[in-house]
């Protein structure tokens, strides 16, 4: 049963969880409750203890968001980065709340429902624009494939055999070439994800950057590279080796032939998130690696 509301907010679910079972169904009756509306994906729906008022879309499109101001998505990194894509296609803000481990893109936890379904009530969150990347895939010349990532585009090895042979180019100059597991090609947002365990730099997210993180290189210079956001990387595989992988945010992949160049520059289309705090990045970092900061004085004033 659909009603006719004013303001509708489209609802993502990890339904694989317990957790995000009971969550959705709080914040559901929670913004009915407060005459607002909620869409749902109809094969989630069907996992999900929902009252009759909630309004059913049967195809995960762009379309689906039209007409909803906010995309609230509970669950883990993987939930969160589906829900991502939802966002990037629709303009659709997203507000994650974290149902995993770590949940960097999330703006609540799994306690922090009900100011969840307040802050959206009173609308008082703000947006903001996190850069992705655009990924293509040449051969011979020709474009075979084209992508997109909010965290990282990585090149890595297909097999566990051998290593993937590769040259690196910034700006249409090459920098080094080795043997390696793989290259992480990221964004600021995407530093505390792949790019962090491959050795690679924290970057703050109001920093504008690319990144090109190494992963397990057999080379004496094979440092992470932090480039200007205009800057196009380029990561090319050489025609001797065996096939390679694309990986697009760990979830979209296409395989690499021998010889075949990926291109990564900043993305024509930013994601957009709600956000419900102000406080500092460097809180955040702290609280989701659990940092030890105990003995810190801070400056005297």
Not at 202 to 216: F, G, R
Not at 231 to 242: C, D, G, M, N, T
Not at 295 to 300: D, K, L, P, Q
């Amino acid at each position: 049963m659909t009603q006719n509301r004013a303001r509708t907010v489209f609802l993502l679910a990890h339904t694989g969880r317990p957790a995000a079972i009971r969550s959705a169904e709080l914040v559901v009756k929670g913004l009915l409750r407060e005459g607002i509306g909620v869409r749902v994906l109809e094969y989630e729906a069907a996992d999900l203890p929902l009252p009759e008022e909630v309004e059913l879309v049967s195809e995960a499109t762009p379309q689906c968001l039209e007409g909803c101001e906010l995309l609230i998505v509970l669950g883990g990194d993987g939930t969160l980065l589906r829900g991502a894509e939802f966002a990037r296609a629709s303009g659709v803000p997203m507000l994650g709340v974290n149902l995993g481990s770590v949940g960097f893109l999330a703006e609540a936890e799994r306690d922090d429902l009900d100011k969840v379904v307040d802050r959206v009530v009173t609308r008082s969150y703000e947006v903001e624009e996190r850069m992705t990347v655009d990924v293509v895939v040449h051969r011979n010349g020709d474009i075979v494939h084209t992508d997109w990532a909010l965290n990282e585009a990585a090149v890595q090895k297909a097999g566990a055999e051998k290593l993937l042979e590769v040259v690196l180019e910034i700006d249409g100059r090459p920098v080094t070439g080795f043997g390696c597991d793989g290259i992480v090609l990221s964004t600021p947002t995407g530093s505390t994800a792949y790019a962090f365990s491959a050795g690679g730099p924290v970057v703050w997210p109001e920093v504008e950057a690319l990144l090109m993180v190494p992963i397990s290189a057999h080379a004496l210079f094979a440092k992470p590279l932090v480039t200007s956001p205009n800057s196009v990387l380029a990561v090319e595989l050489l025609p001797h080796i065996p096939p390679g992988v694309l990986w697009c945010d760990g979830r979209r992949t296409f395989e690499l032939p021998p010889g075949a160049r990926v291109e990564v520059r900043r993305g024509a289309v930013p994601v957009r998130l709600a956000r419900l705090h102000h406080a500092s990045f460097t809180d955040r970092l702290v609280a989701k690696f659990a940092l030890p900061v105990s003995g810190w004085r801070g400056a005297r004033h």
